[in-house]
């Protein structure tokens, strides 16, 4: 089977780690990204240098309309999707409770939970046997994110249990979903809680006393994407450095 790669949120980050990883593995590769082309186009020539397949596609995965879209799209330049990292993902400025408001909250959910949902639907419609799907979850799904983002916690716990519940529900198609829960790790994502440098302040804290890179997690997702990984559905891997 010629396997097809969608990866959400690509063009940073743990996506733009994955896209080389699955590359380097010799599957086509689908760059999705929202707002930065520049960076996109970057991973884009990283990823061809692999000798592979492989396009960038614009689409705020939020918006139905654009998901739908951006599949079509990559069916017709690559082929359908038979492989889909679910990866892009938000959080908001540090604060506690007293500092969500509806908005906010709808806005993370939207961005973290329901793109999932829709992602993983429009990519069921072009999979057939032996397909997989990984979900980028967060160990902030068990630990609450206290005082931080507890709205990107939850909206990490809801992909838990999606996770769950897809694998049970898609599993009699040999489609398989697992999900990956990052620790800390190395990229942009911290600023938008408004420190840039959480990476190192809270890496020390740690168990191994370091946060991890964006690599790490990259090879866990292509493990679950594997077929070495044919009987695992429903699984999570933990990167988190022993959190
Ligand atoms: P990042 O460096 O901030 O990169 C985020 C990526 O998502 C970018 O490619 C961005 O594209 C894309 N993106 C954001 N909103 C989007 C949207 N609405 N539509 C399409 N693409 C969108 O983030 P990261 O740290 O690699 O995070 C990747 C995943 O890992 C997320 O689900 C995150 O929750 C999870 N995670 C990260 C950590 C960590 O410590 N870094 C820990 C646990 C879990 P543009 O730049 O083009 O807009």
């Known amino acids: 089977m010629k396997k097809v790669v969608l990866i959400t949120g690509a063009s940073r980050g743990i996506g733009a780690a994955t896209a080389k990883v699955l590359a380097s593995q010799g599957y086509s590769v689908a760059i999705n990204y929202r ?21 960038i596609v614009q689409a705020d995965v939020s918006d139905e309309a654009q998901v739908v879209e951006m599949f079509q799209q990559v069916q017709r330049q690559l082929g359908s999707v038979t492989h889909l990292v679910n990866n892009a993902g938000i959080l908001k400025k540090q604060t506690s409770l007293l500092g969500l408001d509806a908005q906010r909250i709808n806005q993370i959910l939207s961005t973290n939970v329901t793109s999932y949902f829709i992602c993983t639907r429009e990519a069921v419609r072009q999979m057939s046997s032996g397909s997989a799907i990984v979900n980028v979850s967060s160990v902030a799904a068990k630990t609450g994110s206290p005082n931080e983002y507890v709205d990107y916690a939850a909206s990490k716990g809801a992909i838990d249990t999606m996770t769950i519940g897809l694998a049970k529900e898609l599993a009699n198609q040999n489609i398989r979903v697992n999900c990956v829960r990052p620790g800390l790790i190395e990229t942009d994502i911290h600023a938008l809680g408004g420190e840039p440098k959480r990476y190192e302040r809270v890496g020390k804290t740690l168990p191994m006393e370091r946060g991890g890179k964006p690599e790490e997690v990259a090879n866990a997702i292509a493990w679950l994407l594997s077929d070495e990984a044919s009987y695992s559905s429903g699984t999570f891997i933990d990167v988190a450095g022993g959190l």
Do not use: C, H, S, Y
């Open 35 to 55: 707002a930065n082309r520049d960076e996109a186009e970057k991973v884009l020539a990283q990823v061809l240098q692999f000798g592979v397949e492989a396009t």
